[in-house]
């Protein structure tokens, strides 16, 4: 069946292919090309993979063909950023708008491509702090200084000014990547979007992600938490030493830019102007594969989602780092804010050990999202903390077109991505050509009293805070007067940044991440990507599991032979991570928790990694005052 639909694939790119190379010859895009009947179900073959029709596309909807046969090119966009009041789930609060959406804007790009995006603060808010973008997971490679980071590679884009980014996506990267603000907590209030960076195909379009995971059109599914209050309030909230360093739980959940909240949840202690709206459906096309580009855009939570009927495959997690090991499943989880996973939704799958039934139309297929409890050890009675929503497929209208349903004797019912494991085709698999650096670090969120009992949180000896938004970033500063540009919550703290002087393929860090806390927190590392050898929490109640160098079994338990590659990787609680990476990337490059209350109270550190471009170092102080 799946050989048969593969070739029927093949066939339909032929004729785009022809296309492509007749008259678009220098990377202009392929058309979109629909087949025509297909709307009607009067011909039962697929539409053309990769292209939905316009009437069942939203902003969410991918258009794969118009990027995998062309040449790479510039790519480029005006974002117009204002805060305007939206209800996104029925609530009013003040959102970030990218050209008055929110989400903002989705870039769809391939690999190679140049984008080039002019941001403009039109925030009109007296306390415009200014807004900066990070491209997360993006390598950045040669422009450090447009990753995004205030106080780091830049100074925050003030009122009424702009900023262009310029950079090119490396030739090796594709996958699922997004976007967001890395000024302060602005993407708490929205300031975030993905960006999809299709791997090209060959004119015969083998090798595309596409006849490799079988699958016929791409969605995106950005979900997260989200909290009712603007996002200073609730820093507020943490830091006060009333609250003893505990997360305040979010309010709802958003699903691409839309959630519903039961108004009549909302507790008197947190008045809210609220409308009660109607649940929002994701809606796919009509195919029996779809591509499910996952981001986990909230703020602290971890997300597992669910489905009702059929069944889904995780292929890809991150920036396309396949998955080795991938069974059916029903449920897939857990993602930690900002991370990524790609899944196949198949709905003639079904799993044999929960749905039994051989008619779509019985029961209304749901999609759940359930966000973990992590982080919430305060209760807030205002959140629904499991949700569903209708997930419509685009239904044809003659019986013989709905798909035969096949039955899967394999699915599982919950595959936990921390059981996901890479390919054993990895760089680092030849150890005798690598010469390793290591170092060890520790981190945790702690109540500091020379911070006047405000929790903060700690690499090493060290935290992540800066002095002045406006001041010149680290990469213009000489490193003498780093530490002046930052600040550390108590006197014993010093800015620690450590530098690896020598660059090169074969010269590889090896890090190790010991998480003290009893509470886990996602590390996201800017411009690398690192291959996770070892993930190791603590095996008894209480206890603590830091890495031992010397232990006997260490070398047993790390995965040398199909590590996954990821830009973020959770860390257990009272556990550790070991990773791996080639230090080929030179510059400054943040390390932190991606959990925004714990990266805005300083879970974060810079890594040098060799020498910075003075290209990077002179224009990194344009917007500085
Ligand atoms: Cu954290």
Redesign the pocket.
């Known amino acids: 069946m799946l050989v048969v639909a593969g070739l029927a694939i093949l066939l339909v790119i032929a004729p785009t292919i022809f296309v492509a190379s007749t008259f678009f010859p220098y990377g202009g895009n392929v058309p979109n090309i629909v087949v025509s009947g297909s709307d009607t179900g009067s011909d039962d073959s697929q539409p053309n993979p990769g292209t939905v029709e316009e009437s069942w596309r939203d902003a969410f909807t991918l258009q794969p063909n118009d990027h995998i046969f062309r040449k790479s090119q510039t790519i480029r966009a005006t974002w117009n950023v204002t805060m305007e009041e939206r209800a996104p789930d029925g609530v009013k609060k003040m959102v970030y708008l990218i050209n008055g959406q929110f989400p903002g804007p989705t870039i769809e790009a391939r690999s190679g491509d140049e984008l080039v995006i002019d941001v403009q603060n039109s925030i009109q808010d007296s306390d415009n702090d200014g807004i900066a973008i990070h491209w997360h997971g993006l390598s950045m490679k040669g422009a450090n200084h447009m990753d995004g980071v205030v106080g780091l590679t830049q100074c925050a884009i003030g009122a009424s000014e702009s900023f262009t980014y310029r950079f090119r996506i490396d030739e090796s990267q594709s996958g699922t990547f997004w976007y967001h603000a890395h000024a302060g907590l602005q993407r708490a209030d929205g300031l975030f979007g993905a960006i999809v960076v299709h791997k090209p195909a060959d004119p015969s379009g083998s090798g595309s992600d596409m006849s490799t995971y079988e699958y016929d059109a791409e969605k995106l599914l950005l979900v997260g938490d989200w909290y009712h209050r603007q996002a200073d309030t609730v820093f507020d909230w943490y830091q006060d030493p009333g609250h003893y360093a505990n997360e305040p739980a979010p309010d709802s959940m958003l699903m691409n830019g839309e959630g519903s909240f039961n108004c009549s949840m909302a507790v008197k202690s947190q008045p809210v102007v609220c409308e009660t709206v109607t649940t929002p459906s994701f809606r796919l096309p009509d195919r029996d594969r779809v591509r499910l580009r996952v981001i986990n855009t909230g703020v602290s939570s971890g997300i597992t989602l669910s489905i009702s009927q059929g069944a889904m495959q995780l292929i890809t997690v991150d920036g396309g780092s396949p998955v080795g090991n991938a069974p059916l499943a029903t449920a897939m989880g857990v993602l930690y804010p900002g991370e990524r996973m790609d899944l196949v939704l198949d709905r003639s799958l079904q799993d044999t050990a929960s749905d039994q039934t051989h008619s779509n139309s019985d029961k209304e297929t749901k999609l759940t999202v359930a966000l973990d409890r992590e982080h919430m050890k305060i209760e807030n009675l205002a959140l629904t903390r499991i949700q569903s929503f209708p997930l419509v497929w685009k239904e044809r209208v003659t019986d013989k077109s709905l798909p035969e349903r096949r039955e899967s004797s394999n699915a599982t019912s919950n595959f936990l991505l921390s059981e996901a494991s890479g390919l054993p085709q990895w760089p680092g698999s030849d150890l005798t050509e690598r010469s390793i650096e290591k170092a060890v670090l520790y981190t945790a ?1 702690q109540i500091r009293s020379s911070f006047n009992n405000r929790p903060v ?1 700690i690499v090493n000896h060290s935290s992540w805070m800066i002095a002045d938004s406006r001041a010149k970033p680290l990469l213009a500063l000489d490193p003498k007067e780093w530490s002046k540009a930052t600040k550390q919550p108590s006197s014993i703290q010093t800015l620690q940044v450590p530098w690896y002087e020598k660059t090169g393929e074969d010269r590889w860090i090896e890090l190790v991440l010991n998480n003290m806390d009893d ?1 886990g ?2 590390f996201h590392l800017h411009g690398n990507e690192f291959y996770i050898l070892s993930v190791e929490t603590t095996t008894q109640l209480g206890g603590y599991n830091p890495f031992d160098p010397d232990a006997a079994d260490l070398a047993k338990t790390m995965n040398m032979r199909n590590p996954l590659r990821k830009d973020t990787v959770y860390v257990p609680p009272r556990g550790f991570v070991i990773l791996q990476f080639p230090l080929n990337n030179d510059g400054l490059w943040l390390f932190h ?3 925004l209350l ?2 805005a109270a300083g ?1 974060g550190m810079v890594f040098h990694i060799g020498d910075i471009d003075p290209e990077a170092r002179n224009s990194s102080s344009n917007l500085c005052i």
């Open positions: 969120m949180g509470t927190h996602p928790c991606h959990v714990h990266q879970m």
